[in-house]
């Protein structure tokens, strides 16, 4: 079994539509963080979380949410989705680098949205 | 907007050549990572430099990080078709705790 498995795989919606992503984790890392990854720009953070009281907004989070429901579980909504939200979204997870920095980041295998 | 940009967007190669790709990025880190992605997958790990490290290797890769310039460069050497995938630097912040990635380099090794 994957260390970090995402849900959906792939995921075709409407505009308006409520979507969520499910990440969960068996590395028992304490970080973990969601990425969309859009064609010709990298991956872009939408949110990150060092535990399951502290989330914290990344460079897009706008029209995104999330929710750290356990150590493992790190959940990312769409309240209303957009076609602009059509990407590959990615879940990640970390410890710290020798106390100090973030150590490297496991990735799952993505999630395939499109809103049409 | 990126914390790194990756110079250049994209590489091709023969088989047997070196490959080197560079990564800029914007503030003072606490490490530099790169990560390789083959098409539609999820990224994997290769390395990390921190910020007081001025070269590293491991296998066939050797990265280094020049902090006065902020940059880093990624070395591949006697590339395989296998290595075609694309590149990304991701950058660890010294402040703010956010972990941010490059905009890539797309490398093609010709067998």
């Known amino acids: 079994d994957a260390d970090v498995t995402q849900t959906p795989r792939n995921r075709i919606t409407k505009t308006g539509k409520r979507i969520m992503l499910e990440c969960s984790q068996t590395?028992?890392?304490?970080?973990m963080y969601w990425y969309r990854q859009d064609p010709g720009l990298g991956l872009q953070l939408i949110y990150y979380s060092f535990d399951v009281k502290d989330i914290n907004k990344g460079e897009i989070s706008d029209g995104y949410s999330v929710s750290r429901q356990a150590q493992a579980k790190f959940s990312l909504s769409l309240e209303s989705a957009i076609p602009n939200q059509t990407a590959l979204y990615f879940c990640?997870?970390?410890?710290?680098?020798?106390?100090?920095?973030?150590?490297?980041?496991?990735f799952g295998e993505g999630s395939r949205l499109t809103v049409l | 907007s990126q914390q790194g940009e990756e110079d250049p967007q994209a590489l091709s190669i023969q088989e047997g050549e070196n490959a080197t790709m560079n990564c800029s990025y914007k503030?003072?880190?606490?490490?530099l990572q790169w990560y390789r992605q083959n098409s539609g997958r999820g990224l994997v790990h290769l390395i990390l430099i921190r910020s007081n490290e001025r070269e590293k290797h491991s296998g066939r890769l050797r990265v280094t990080l020049d902090t006065s310039k902020k940059s880093s460069s990624l070395l591949i050497t006697a590339s395989r078709a296998a290595d075609t995938a694309s590149y990304f630097c991701a950058s660890d912040l010294l402040t703010g705790n956010q972990f941010y990635f490059g905009t890539g380099t797309s490398l093609t090794v010709i067998p």
């Open positions: 590395k028992g890392h304490d970080r």
């Open positions: 503030t003072s880190i606490n490490n």
């Open positions: 990640a997870t970390s410890e710290r680098d020798r106390g100090r920095g973030t150590g490297e980041l496991f």
